[in-house]
């Protein structure tokens, strides 16, 4: 059976990385929980499904084997997630809560960013460039979005809602971070960089 794996050779991950990591993957399936029982619908299935879609990430970015046959569920899984993100920004644009539609959105160009990352040519560094400066940017506007939330917090009518939005909102941006390191090969002493192993993977 043809399976897609990692270079034989691969280093082994730093177990203090594959701790930390794992440890707010925990958290952020902690949070669909919390917004099951004080979020809006739209913010849990909001949560959840971006929670499926980084794990995902996390199986294409980590090095994980997998049977080819599974590629396709995967697939599959991957698509209803997304689809329930956009019910999510739909949800948002309705409901006219704008800072979580405009935070939506910017998570929106990370994952497209992402994308592009495992999928350019090692070799077009002009672009890798370009990327990481547009990812940075989105990245300071996420952490703007963090922000608003926490001072909403100090001052909203219900500051639990703010607490727990700017709780989420940090999560996410540790977790990001984590699989910016998958992609860049960090989590590995002395391995190429993921994307220079995925541009040779069996897809």
């Keep these: 059976m043809a399976r897609v794996t990692a270079e034989p050779s691969k280093p082994r991950p730093r177990r203090g990385f594959v ?10 399936a902690g949070d669909v929980v919390l917004y099951s029982l ?25 090095g994980w084997p997998l049977r080819a046959r599974w590629i ?12 329930a993100v956009v019910i999510a920004v739909v949800g948002y644009a309705l409901e006219r809560v704008w800072l979580d539609f405009f935070n939506e959105m910017t998570w929106l160009g990370v994952v497209a960013l992402l994308e592009l990352e495992v999928r350019l040519p090692p070799g077009a560094v002009r672009l890798h460039r370009m990327r990481r400066a547009i990812a940075a ?6 952490v703007g979005f963090l922000l608003n939330w926490a001072a909403m917090g100090f001052g909203d009518e219900n500051p639990r809602a ?14 990001f971070v984590v699989i910016e390191l998958n992609v860049f090969g960090a989590r590995d002493a002395g391995a190429r960089p993921r994307r220079a192993r995925l541009a040779n993977a069996p897809r």
């Excluded at 739209?42 to 294409?60: G, R, S």
């Excluded at 569920?73 to 209803?80: A, P, Q, S, T, Y």
């Excluded at 703010?162 to 977790?175: C, F, P």
Aim: aromatic share 16%; no cysteine.
């Design 19 to 28: 701790v930390f990591k794992w440890s707010i993957y925990a958290l952020l």
């Design 137 to 142: 940017a989105l990245y300071v506007a996420l």
């Design 72 to 83: 396709p569920v995967l697939h599959g899984v991957r698509l209803l997630a997304s689809v």
């Design 162 to 175: 703010a607490w727990l939005d700017t709780w989420d909102a940090l999560l996410w941006l540790v977790a």
């Design 38 to 62: 004080y979020g809006r619908l739209t913010e849990l299935i909001d949560t959840a499904a971006w929670l499926v879609l980084l794990m995902l990430f996390e199986w294409e970015t980590g």
